[in-house]
Every structure is written in C-alpha cells, then in structure tokens.
C-alpha cells in the first residue's frame, strides 16, 4: 500500500474547492483556517463573502475526498487520516 501524503495548502484548498462547488461561488472567494485543539480535535474556519461556517473533521474529510476525485483523478475512497506535523502543520495521509 502506498501512502501520499496531503500538505496544508491542499487541505485548504480542497476545502475551498468544496465549499464554492456547494454553495455556487468561485473558490477564491472562499477563506479557509484549519484548526487544531487537544480536546476537539481538527476543524476549520471558513468564511464565504460575509459567512462563517465551522467545519469538523468529517467535513474536511468529505472535501479532501471531493479533490482528489475532481482535481487529482485519484480513487477518493482510500483511507483518509488528518494529522498535525510539528514542521508541515496540519497534514492528511491518504493510504493508496
């Protein structure tokens, strides 16, 4: 089984990607912070034109799906795990 691993950067772009796709706007519209806390764990920040939506780590999940099936052309349905990198920050790692 090969593992890639997901940097930041794409983590918040999928979910930029994500959220223009549902909500009928354009991705560079969309402001995305990812988070983490020793008690919640992931989630994410976005805001879209004057809106703020928290976003749980199911969520980044499904959108971190949703671009590998859309901009990467890869099997979305591999097993998908967030993790935090003390040097690259908020990670994902797809087991492919």
């Not at 976005?46 to 976003?55: D, F, M, P, V």
């Not at 780590?57 to 099997?75: G, K, Q, Y």
Request: charged share 25%; glycine share 4%.
């Amino acid at each position: 089984m090969e593992t890639m691993t997901i940097s930041e950067q794409d983590i918040v772009n999928s979910l930029c990607l994500y959220l223009a796709s549902k909500k009928d706007m354009t991705p560079e519209s969309i402001q995305v912070e990812l988070l983490y806390d020793d008690d919640y764990g992931f989630s994410a920040e976005a805001y879209a034109g004057a809106r703020k939506q928290i976003l749980v780590e199911s969520n980044i999940i499904e959108a971190l799906r949703f671009w590998l099936d859309t901009e990467r052309h890869m099997d979305p349905y591999g097993s998908l795990r967030l993790e935090l990198d003390e040097e690259q920050g908020i990670i994902a790692q797809y087991n492919i």
